[in-house]
């Protein structure tokens, strides 16, 4: 039923407890699991050395973000594919799941940063609307 799940993450425990959710989800159903980092950061005028150094440091932050969410759920690089990408959150998680053809999205119920307000209200109201699966919005986990 779930062979292809995406879950987006941003380093809070949302999103943690979202990837947490989604790899039990994966593991019932034998899916195959992927974990989507966006960084939205526009960048102002700056020289080129200095916006270099920025897009390194975005860059190594975002692979923190998706190896925290590899350690939650106890996975590999191996068991799963990670996603980190640039621009607007909400036209790259849409070209995403329209791109890879996703069977479930799961997505924490609050988050960090850039895509904070991209994770409850309209965002995500807006990612149900304009997918064909389902979305899964998880707060926390039941123990």
Known sequence: MFKKILVLVD???FSL?????AASIADNFSGKLTLLH????????TTMP???????????????????????????????DTVLSWGNPMDIIL??????GYD???????????IKGLLMGSVSERIS???????LI???LCE
């Open 104 to 114: 479930l999205i799961v997505m924490g119920s609050r988050g960090l940063g850039a």
């Open 17 to 21: 407890n979202a990837a947490r959710a």
């Open 95 to 100: 070209e995403e799941i329209e791109d890879e």
């Open 50 to 80: 200095d916006l270099e150094q920025e897009i390194a440091g975005l860059r190594a932050e975002g692979s923190q973000i998706l190896a925290a969410a590899m350690d939650a759920i106890g996975k590999t690089e191996d068991e799963l």
């Open 138 to 140: 998880v707060k926390e």
């Open 38 to 45: 966006v960084v939205s950061k526009s960048f102002t005028k």
């Open 11 to 13: 380093g809070s425990e």
């Open 129 to 135: 609307r304009s997918v064909k699966c389902p979305v």
